[in-house]
């Protein structure tokens, strides 16, 4: 067993790679880039939706409130003739990408931690690389990228872009595996 509190090192520049790494990604000209697709006929969709004054939030269109209305003629007809949402409503204004990205960090920061904390358990001082860069990669790879599956399975967020944000997650996973690999602690003299 290793101490966590031995890793913090490995946990900081973990989340530092990765986060300078996700940058180059989501800014360079890579997978990225086409995600998501404008609305056809974007001025009459603002106009319309505009006017509803949605407040921020996440809404569901057509939107039944219990299970026998969700078999009721009226609601299946909605959901037959469209349209069917699942929508992100943000506050109007340009996007201030400084919190996002402060919360970003601190995330991969959690998920270094909760990475290094599994492995600090099973590895003890002095393991060797390939060890510790498989208990890593493989936590890491998972705390950042296996719940994103559920957006495809029930909100309908297209397989190739849960695809692609799953191998960003496997990036991220091997960076943070070969960080603490490089980084960890050296067995305790005898």
Excluded at 20 to 38: C, E, Q, T, Y
Excluded at 123 to 152: K, N
Aim: hydrophobic share 50%; glycine share 8%.
């Amino acid at each position: 067993m290793t101490e966590l509190s031995a890793l913090w090192l490995p946990i900081l520049l973990a989340a530092v790679f990765c986060f300078v790494l996700s940058a180059i990604i989501h800014m360079g000209p890579f997978w990225h880039r086409k995600d998501f697709p404008s609305v056809p006929d974007e001025k009459r969709a603002r106009a319309a939706i505009g006017a509803l004054d949605i407040p921020p939030g996440e809404y569901m269109l057509p939107r039944c409130h219990d299970h026998n209305e969700m078999r009721s003629p009226e609601f299946i007809q909605k959901m037959t003739e469209g349209p069917v949402w699942l929508i992100t409503v943000r506050p109007n204004g340009m996007v201030g990408m400084g919190p996002m990205m402060a919360q970003w960090f601190v995330y991969l920061l959690i998920v270094a931690t909760f990475a290094g904390y599994v492995a600090s358990h099973a590895l003890a001082p002095g393991a060797h690389y390939l060890e510790v860069f498989r208990f890593i990669g493989t936590t890491a790879f998972m705390g950042v990228s296996m719940a994103l599956v559920t957006d495809s399975i029930w909100y309908s967020r297209r397989w190739s872009m849960t695809f692609k944000m799953l191998f960003d997650g496997l990036i991220y996973g091997l960076v943070m595996g070969g960080t603490f690999g490089w980084l960890w602690p050296h067995a305790l003299p005898a």
